[in-house]
């Protein structure tokens, strides 16, 4: 593989490892890091020195960026989301291929807008969903398309971690709904635990990569903390190709629990987690496969790059792979009507370092038989949880909050 010339545009926050994997890329000399552009250097000083100390060209506009640098064969959008649609289509109808941070989008229309960009340009589009790039992720995928548990029913995804109040303080725009006239959605599936619900949607349409659409969406989004998004959700989706999704996240949990997915078909099981984990039974018969410790990141870095070499290449998380992945979160809150905060009475709060964290603990407790039954929370006896309706999502193409929605009490 030739060396590519990558620019880099974000340098803060998640920007960060971005800078990592690009300088541990350029010291085995697969990428060299043109230039990047950073509005503000000096809070990310150390990422600003490592860039600059290995040849990149700092500039403060992307678009001034990429017209002094031509030669650049791809670049990495590592913006907060609310600024990936118009960075991305500008990046690709100035002709070059990109990587764009997750969630590519939070909105149908702005997703689809990028996807006609994308095909219109010809330029490649990779999302950064690096646990698609691990190799027990491709191999479950590999088997399922192989027929190995027969047709799907059934994909259960299950995350619990904990985040405490300075997590929300990171950022303005952490556990908003909207932030400065733009939609943000922040919450557990659109930003932490968002790899675990695209895998489920990829999972249960591995066969066929159009059975994964969302035919139907029922969602519950609840909070403990003080903010406008959901720190706790449970959805039901119901695809195009008769799969149901279950999808069950939390970020006040006693702690950080490895993500997994359970993949249920006519002949048998699956089931992967963060870890790198795979395992399959069949009846009595349990087979364990376990990769190890693997660079993500690094491999969707790699996968782009083998792609721009070899048109046959496939992307491991294509921009339009991801729609499903934003049509479910637009359903999400169109089913839920509001984000509920739950009583303080179920809530314990404690110190941690120089923050607190608020946790759940019955939910906790309950999460594996919740998980088992696939019930959504207001099935089971939480008095804090309230009932929602499915929404159809057929010819859904605008995302807008539903008139009246709202953060509100439980009463």
Not at 88 to 95: D, F, L, N, T
Not at 138 to 161: D, F, H, P, Y
Request: net charge negative.
């Amino acid at each position: 593989m030739r060396t590519y010339r990558a620019a880099i545009i974000g340098i803060g926050g998640f920007g960060a490892a971005h800078v990592n994997v690009l300088m541990d890329l350029a010291h085995e000399g697969v990428v060299e890091v043109t230039a990047f552009a950073e509005l503000n250097t000096v809070a990310h000083q150390e990422y600003f020195d490592q860039l600059t100390a290995n040849g990149a060209t700092h500039y403060i506009d992307y678009e001034h960026m990429l017209a002094e640098h031509p030669e650049v064969d791809f670049v990495v959008i590592a913006t907060p989301i609310a600024a990936h649609k118009a960075m991305c289509i500008r990046v690709m109808e100035m002709g070059f291929h990109v990587l764009v941070e997750k969630p590519p989008a939070v909105t149908i229309q702005d997703i689809d807008a990028m996807i006609a960009a994308q095909r219109a340009s010809g330029r490649l589009c990779q999302v950064n969903f690096q646990h698609t790039a691990g190799s027990a992720f491709k191999e479950l995928l590999a088997r399922l398309r192989a027929g190995e548990i027969g047709q799907v029913s059934q994909v259960t995804g299950v995350g619990m971690w904990k985040r405490s109040r300075a997590y929300y303080d990171r950022t303005p725009w952490a556990g908003k709904l909207t932030h400065r006239g733009q939609y943000v959605l922040d919450g557990t599936f659109n930003n932490p635990l968002a790899h675990l619900l695209n895998n489920c949607l990829l999972a249960a349409g591995a066969a066929d990569p159009s059975l994964m659409l969302p035919e139907s969406v029922q969602a519950e989004l609840y909070h403990v903390n003080e903010i406008e998004g959901d720190d706790i959700s449970c959805m039901r989706i119901r695809t195009v190709g008769g799969a149901t999704v279950s999808y069950y996240a939390m970020l006040c949990h006693e702690n950080d629990e490895i993500p997994s997915i359970s993949v249920t078909g006519t002949d048998g099981e699956m089931s992967w987690s963060y870890d790198n984990k795979l395992m399959i039974r069949h009846g009595h018969e349990e087979e364990v496969c376990s990769y190890g410790s693997e660079n993500m990141m690094c491999g969707m870095y790699l996968n782009l790059m083998q792609a721009i070499e070899d048109n046959d290449m496939p992307l491991f998380s294509p921009i339009d792979a991801c729609r499903s992945f934003v049509l479910v979160s637009n359903g999400a809150y169109e089913s839920s009507l509001a984000v509920r905060r739950i009583p303080a009475e179920f809530i314990v709060e404690r110190e941690e370092g120089q923050s607190s964290v608020c946790l759940l603990p019955r939910l906790s407790a309950r999460m594996k038989e919740i998980t088992e039954r696939g019930v959504l929370f207001s099935e089971c006896s939480f008095a804090w949880a309230s009932p929602t309706t499915p929404v159809r999502m057929e010819d859904y193409s605008r995302f807008q909050l539903p008139s009246g929605f709202e953060v509100k009490e439980k009463v």
